[in-house]
């Protein structure tokens, strides 16, 4: 499975329950250090390898031992929004040859 590293701690991520802030872990994680914490990594949709029938019994591409396949944050980009389409069109422009 491809991955990249996660642009956001998911240590450091909040929950809205019952109309107030609560840590999503550990409140204790939420003032570490970044650099103190584990390195996490997100699925970027790029590559899923695994067994079909495998696939089709349990409808998930996480289908353990899992191994990763790291990719950098510029060949990971998730194009939801006309934002992450410009990011990702500047990409393309910088890694392409200028035509004259």
Same mark, same amino acid.
């Given at each position: 499975?491809?991955?990249?590293?996660?642009?956001?701690?998911?240590?450091?991520?909040?929950?809205? #329950?019952? @109309?107030?802030?609560?840590?999503?872990?550990?409140? +204790?994680? &939420?003032?570490?250090?970044?650099?103190? *914490? !584990?390195? =996490?990594?997100? #699925?970027? @949709?790029?590559?899923?390898?695994?067994?079909?029938? +495998?696939? &089709?019994?349990?409808?998930?591409?996480? *289908? !353990?031992? =899992?191994?990763?396949?790291?990719?950098?944050?510029?060949?990971?980009?998730?194009? +939801?929004?006309?934002?992450?389409?410009?990011?990702?069109?500047?990409?393309?422009?910088?890694?392409?040859?200028?035509?004259?």
């Amino acid at each position: 499975m491809s991955v990249t590293v996660a642009e956001h701690h998911p240590f450091k991520c909040l929950r809205v #329950q019952d @109309g107030l802030l609560q840590p999503l872990f550990d409140a +204790d994680k &939420l003032h570490a250090a970044r650099q103190k *914490l !584990p390195v =996490v990594y997100r #699925q970027n @949709g790029a590559i899923y390898v695994c067994p079909v029938p +495998d696939f &089709l019994a349990r409808r998930t591409f996480f *289908l !353990p031992p =899992v191994l990763p396949f790291v990719m950098n944050a510029e060949d990971s980009i998730d194009i +939801d929004s006309a934002h992450d389409l410009d990011c990702a069109e500047a990409v393309c422009a910088r890694r392409l040859p200028a035509t004259r």
